[in-house]
Nanobody, 119 residues
Framework: QVQLVESGGGLVQAGGSLRLSCAAS????????MGWFRQAPGKERESVAT????????YYADSVKGRFTISGDVAKNTVYLQMNSLKPEDTAVYHC????????????WGQGTQVTVSS
């Protein structure tokens, strides 16, 4: 099956920026959508941003809208999350995921990359 590997996380001060990457390998069939999710300790995983490939439609959580940008390069099987104006509350493990069609659940997940924003 598809394997997803996230990278680009790290420690950054508030107001700084990070660019996360999610590289897919294995099966080469295009997914319907890819998304970024995050999970802080003791909290449920939440959707951050998603992109559908057909039209390039994007969705952002209200908490990150205007600060984060999701984009992708289908040829490289890679999706990105540009994170600007980072806040301490953005601290979490960030995962990327895919779903195969419009009404399917996200069923392929990466291991995650840690993002820590210091105050």
């Amino acid at each position: 099956q598809v394997q997803l590997v996230e990278s680009g996380g790290g420690l950054v001060q508030a107001g700084g920026s990070l660019r996360l990457s999610c590289a897919a390998s294995g099966r080469t069939f295009s997914s319907y959508a890819m998304g970024w999710f995050r999970q802080a300790p003791g909290k449920e995983r939440e959707s951050v941003a998603t992109i559908t490939w057909e039209r390039g439609s994007t969705y952002y959580a209200d908490s990150v809208k205007g600060r984060f940008t999701i984009s992708g390069d289908v040829a490289k099987n890679t999706v990105y999350l540009q994170m600007n104006s980072l806040k301490p509350e953005d601290t979490a493990v960030y995962h990327c995921a895919t779903r195969s069609h419009r009404y399917s659940a996200y069923n392929n997940w990466g291991q995650g990359t840690q993002v820590t924003v210091s105050s």
